[in-house]
């Protein structure tokens, strides 16, 4: 069963891929320096940050109610779920730190407010090392079969939390 859900999930992966690389070979370009130096050329640098965020922000959210859930129903496929989320996750999160410290180095230094553009910066670094951290750990307990203890949860929990304040950063920064 495992291997059957492995296949497809490598799949949905791939499809997934694809389909962000052809919405941003689709899209159109901006005008300036930001578009030409953007992702492919077609996503300028200000726009690939907030477009990631929202991955980072709905997968360790699912990941972390599908353990509950999988804990309290006694479902595997809530597990399941969690796993593949967390990996989502986790794959996706460096590139969302990193798009980050690239737009925030093509702004002017002192267009946003250093304490907070300081703590976002260095909390999402944190956030990045973290999630592949949980992956990893997650990633053994899914495939020797073992169900994530209390210790994992708490984590995981944290983790949302830490994320949640970041978000809460980036609005400020972002929206004021």
Request: hydrophobic residues 50%; glycine residues 12%; contains cysteine.
């Given at each position: 069963?495992?291997?059957?859900?492995?296949?497809?999930?490598k799949r949905f992966?791939?499809l997934?891929?694809?389909?962000i690389l052809?919405?941003?070979?689709?899209?159109s370009?901006d005008?300036?320096?930001d578009?030409?130096?953007g992702?492919l050329g077609?996503?300028?640098?200000s726009h690939?940050?907030?477009?990631?965020?929202?991955?980072?922000?709905?997968?360790?959210?699912?990941?972390?109610v599908?353990?509950?859930?999988g804990?309290t129903?006694?479902?595997?496929?809530f597990?399941s779920?969690a796993?593949?989320t967390i990996?989502?996750?986790?794959?996706l999160?460096?590139a969302?730190?990193?798009t980050?410290w690239?737009w925030r180095?093509s702004?002017?230094?002192?267009?946003?407010?250093?304490?907070?553009?300081?703590?976002h910066?260095?909390?999402g670094?944190?956030?990045?090392v973290t999630?592949?951290g949980?992956a990893?750990?997650?990633?053994?307990?899914f495939f020797?079969?073992?169900k994530?203890?209390?210790g994992?949860l708490?984590?995981c929990g944290a983790?949302?939390?830490?994320?949640?304040?970041?978000?809460?950063?980036g609005?400020?920064?972002v929206f004021?």
């Amino acid at each position: 069963m495992k291997a059957k859900i492995c296949r497809y999930s490598k799949r949905f992966a791939l499809l997934g891929a694809a389909a962000i690389l052809a919405a941003g070979c689709s899209a159109s370009a901006d005008t300036g320096a930001d578009a030409a130096n953007g992702v492919l050329g077609v996503i300028p640098w200000s726009h690939a940050h907030p477009i990631l965020v929202n991955f980072t922000a709905g997968l360790v959210p699912v990941s972390f109610v599908s353990e509950l859930l999988g804990r309290t129903l006694k479902r595997g496929s809530f597990g399941s779920a969690a796993w593949w989320t967390i990996l989502y996750a986790a794959l996706l999160t460096p590139a969302t730190a990193l798009t980050g410290w690239y737009w925030r180095s093509s702004l002017p230094p002192d267009i946003l407010p250093a304490d907070l553009i300081s703590t976002h910066l260095y909390l999402g670094m944190l956030l990045a090392v973290t999630l592949a951290g949980l992956a990893v750990w997650r990633g053994i307990m899914f495939f020797r079969g073992g169900k994530p203890g209390i210790g994992y949860l708490a984590i995981c929990g944290a983790t949302v939390c830490a994320l949640v304040y970041q978000g809460n950063l980036g609005g400020k920064m972002v929206f004021g």
